[in-house]
Nanobody, 125 residues
Framework: QVRLIESGGGLVQAGGSLRLSCAAS????????MGWFRQRPGKEREREFV??????????DYADSTKGRFTISRDNAKSTLYLQMNSLKPEDTAVYLC????????????????WGQGTQVTVSS
């Protein structure tokens, strides 16, 4: 079992930055891939892929919409996943969720077994 708790969301102006964290409990954290997804307003049933990272942190992947602006990283000693978000745009407004359990770099939500509750990010224009 892995329990995930996100933090770091908030309100920011366009062009600003935020750093999200996802604290994980459970012994599996350092052995599994992790990912960030988001649910945009009006599309709460859709979990849109944002970024993924393998168990070691050596390999990452990003959605085209976030590539070059967002950076995913992890600290296995602290059992924590991060998402550094720069040059934020109003269309980045969403609830951001971290996910765990994919065997590799999972790009779709169905590949993950564990989910956090999410943290709200709002980008004003």
């Amino acid at each position: 079992q892995v329990r995930l708790i996100e933090s770091g969301g908030g309100l920011v102006q366009a062009g600003g930055s935020l750093r999200l964290s996802c604290a994980a409990s459970g012994r599996l954290f350092s052995t599994i891939a992790m990912g960030w997804f988001r649910q945009r307003p009006g599309k709460e049933r859709e979990r849109e892929f944002v970024a993924a990272i393998d168990w070691s942190g050596s390999n990452t992947d990003y959605a085209d919409s976030t590539k070059g602006r967002f950076t995913i990283s992890r600290d296995n000693a602290k059992s924590t996943l991060y998402l550094q978000m720069n040059s934020l745009k109003p269309e980045d407004t969403a609830v951001y969720l971290c996910a765990a359990g994919s065997v590799g770099l999972g790009l779709t939500a169905d590949l993950y077994d564990y989910w956090g509750q999410g943290t709200q990010v709002t980008v004003s224009s």
